[in-house]
């Protein structure tokens, strides 16, 4: 089956660090370009950062210079770390598929979500 | 930062009748244009994407229409399942999100 599966979230204090996981299953992360998207409580989608099956990595401007997207093709995994984390960070956080070929960055499979709160 | 513009907020609608979401855009984004449905506690899920083009396994009743900066989805006969809120994305640009449209039942 194709699927994504999230792990990592939690409470963390502000200016903490976490790590988020996207466990692949059915496809090869490394052959495809990735994502993250986050959605606030009750708020709309906010696209966080891209990697390329090249490796090349992009982001938000609200998280540039803090959050870091990365892969492991051994353990068929995409990751978010995030550091410096700020009580506007809190939000369930997806992790999607770019649909293959040639579409553009439109994503066409998600995991289910992971939640991060940022707060003391 | 190419900026989406949904409307209605929110769309009250009896099931059986036709649904129509806009979506609008701060510049031309050609085509690239695509729309989510997404359900309380769920992910999003792709429904339409190149504007027109209806992903896997989407029923039919759902089609999406416009190019530049004006775009539609219309669902043409509402199903209990469909009532939902609706995301349209550009990615022309950076990928960037719409505020939603709920659709509620009346």
């Known amino acids: 089956e194709v699927q994504l599966v999230e792990s990592g979230g939690g409470l963390v204090q502000p200016g903490g660090s976490l790590r988020l996981s996207c466990a692949a299953s059915g496809f090869t992360v490394s052959s495809n370009f990735m994502s993250w998207v986050r959605q606030a409580p009750g708020k709309g989608l906010e696209w966080v950062s891209l990697i390329y099956s090249g490796g090349n990595t992009y982001y938000a401007d609200s998280v540039k210079g803090r959050f870091t997207i990365s892969r492991d093709s051994s353990k068929n995994t995409l990751y978010l770390q995030m550091n410096s984390l700020r009580p506007e960070d809190t939000a369930v956080y997806y992790c999607a598929r770019v649909k293959p070929g040639d579409h553009g960055n439109v994503f066409d499979l998600w995991g289910q979500g992971t939640m991060v709160t940022g707060s003391s | 930062e190419i900026v989406m513009t949904q409307s209605p907020a929110t769309l009250s609608v009896s099931p059986g009748e036709r649904a129509t979401l806009s979506c609008r855009a701060s510049q031309s984004v050609s085509s690239h244009l695509g729309w989510y449905q997404q359900k309380p506690g769920q992910a999003p899920r792709l429904l339409i994407y190149?504007?027109?083009t209806r992903a896997t396994g989407i029923p039919a009743r759902f089609s999406g229409s416009g190019s530049g900066t004006e775009f539609t989805l219309t669902i043409s006969s509402l199903q209990s399942e469909d009532f939902a809120v609706y995301y349209c994305?550009?990615?022309?640009?950076?990928?960037?999100f719409g505020q939603g449209t709920k659709v509620e039942i009346k």
């Open positions: 994305q550009q990615y022309n640009g950076w990928p960037t």
């Open positions: 190149g504007a027109s």
